[in-house]
Every structure is written in C-alpha cells, then in structure tokens.
C-alpha cells in the first residue's frame, strides 16, 4: 500500500476550522501519521501546543485533500517529516473523557496510517512551537498514556516493540 503522496509543502501550517470535515454525529475527522524510522526501530513524537506532552502528528481532514493527504500534511507541518505511507491504521474513536474536550480539542473520530520517514527537515511550519523527537517503543508508549487513541494507533504499528 505505499503510497508517494507528493505534496506542496508550504512553510506555513494551515490553521482555522472554515475547510475541516466532520463526521454524521458532529465529531471532528482527524487523520494522522505514525511516523517510524526505515528500520522500524523508533518513532517521531511532536509535542503538544495544548498540554506540552508529547503526541503523535494528527489533525483535521479538510474538505480539499484525501485523508491519506491530511495525514502526510499533518506530519509535515508538525514535525518537517516527509513520509511515505505504508499501511492504513484503521479508525480508532475518541477516547477522551468528557471533562477533557474542549472548544479547541473536540470529541473527535481518527484515521491513522502508519508511515516511513524519508526525510526529515531543518525547517518546517511549526518549527518555532513544536519539539520532535525520536524514541522506540517503550518510551514513546509510556509518554502517550494519556492520549489513549494515539497509544492505539502506536499499538496497530509495526514498529519494533522491543526497544
């Protein structure tokens, strides 16, 4: 299932909700990346604007690109990953407890995919908000129990989870 998903690559992120999709119940429609390293070995983490932990890039699906596309987008321009999609992670629901949606994080229904990292930039769009990271399995794990859907969408991954 790779997929090349050659897009620009503006080095400014988009922001607002006017373009985003949301699905039959009004949640909001997310598409993200796990993106891992060619050998499998480790995982690129971002973190958070909101909370300052660390997550795995995601972010609304809009009206003008495949989820495939948001997704590839999302780790551009959180993380200045260049991806190519390797296999489709399925939907994972919210798992969020009501107390912890907000205005600005919604009840929300993800799309992951599971990507290798080609190349990873010097500069990217939310270079100035954002730290990234590579660690394996066992770190990356513990810091996403909180975000139980994104501890899923690692879980679905096929990177090594020895290390």
Known sequence: MT????????????????????????????????????????????????????????????VDETVEQAACREAWEESGAICKIQADLGKIPEKRKPEQLTTQAPKAAY???????????EEWPEKHKRKRRWMGYKEAIVLLKDRPELAEALNRSSIDKEL
Request: positive net charge; charged residues 30%; proline residues 4%.
């Open 111 to 121: 799309h992951f995919f599971e990507a290798t990292v080609d190349e990873v930039k």
């Open 3 to 62: 997929q090349d998903l050659s897009v620009d690559r503006p080095m400014e992120a988009r922001t607002g909700r006017e373009n985003q999709r949301y699905g039959s119940q009004g949640e909001r429609l997310v598409a993200g990346i796990v993106p891992l390293s060619k050998d499998r070995k480790n995982v690129l983490l971002i973190q958070s604007m909101r909370r300052g932990g660390w997550v795995i890039p995601k972010g609304g699906w809009e």
